[in-house]
């Protein structure tokens, strides 16, 4: 196990909802990544959050929203959902720094009804 | 961040066959990592190039990182079942963007 837990695993939605998935950092990792990965396609980056600030966005709208609080610990907002937004969000914890190995949760698959 | 391409986008082998994929970039890379994702499961790290040329190895696999830093490339002696699944690759940067993954399909 890599030490970093995401909630829920599973969870359907309606379009136009808004859906806000959790993820534990591993311990002693400062940098949570979000990802989103469609079926059959690789992890699409939406942002990066290093010390509580966003330092990185991938191509996706304003509506995907994150937060990291004091412990490292991360929020992945989404409003006004679509149907295309149905994947598996998957959160990967670091350190800082361009040497240091991701550490991926098992993911939230998001269905969007 | 630095996107990367990956070829092919899948390929079955029969156990006991090699396998190889590849990693391209227009642009030059300070380090590539390799990741793996079984079915129905979440990437796990592999290994992390830095080095012009530089070559790994970890039991059947073979990772290389390109002179000029633009490619690299992972090679399954042997496949065995256990290999099934899809083989990522990700510049290191501030971020990481994968590439799209070759899935592996193994044929026992």
């Known amino acids: 196990e890599t030490g970093v837990t995401q909630s829920p695993t599973h969870l359907i939605k309606t379009r136009g909802q808004q859906v806000t998935l959790r993820c534990s950092s591993q311990?002693?990792?400062?940098?949570v990544s979000w990802y989103q990965q469609a079926l059959g396609q690789g992890p699409q980056f939406i942002f990066q959050?290093?010390?509580?600030?966003?330092?990185g966005r991938g191509n996706f709208p304003p509506r995907f929203s994150g937060l990291q609080f004091p412990n490292y610990s991360s929020e992945l907002n989404v409003n006004a959902l679509e149907l295309d937004d149905s994947a598996l969000y998957l959160c990967?914890?670091?350190?800082?720094?361009?040497?240091?190995?991701?550490?991926f949760g098992q993911g939230t698959r998001l269905t969007v009804v | 961040g630095q996107q990367v391409m990956q070829i092919p986008q899948y390929q079955h082998v029969q156990e006991g066959e090699d396998f190889t994929t590849y990693c391209n970039s227009s642009?030059?890379?300070?380090?590539i990592q390799w990741y793996k994702q079984r079915p129905g499961g979440h990437p796990v790290f592999l290994i992390q190039l830095v080095k012009s040329g530089e070559v790994k190895k970890q039991k059947r696999l073979t990772f290389q990182f390109g002179e000029a830093k633009k490619n690299s490339s992972l090679h399954i002696t042997a496949t065995q079942t256990t290999d099934v699944g899809t083989y990522f690759c990700a510049p290191r940067g501030n971020d990481m963007r994968f590439g799209a993954g070759t899935r592996l399909t193994v044929k026992p």
């Open positions: 642009t030059t890379l300070s380090n």
């Open positions: 990967a914890s670091s350190l800082a720094g361009r040497a240091t190995e991701a550490f």
């Open positions: 311990s002693g990792h400062n940098t």
């Open positions: 959050y290093y010390r509580e600030e966003e330092n």
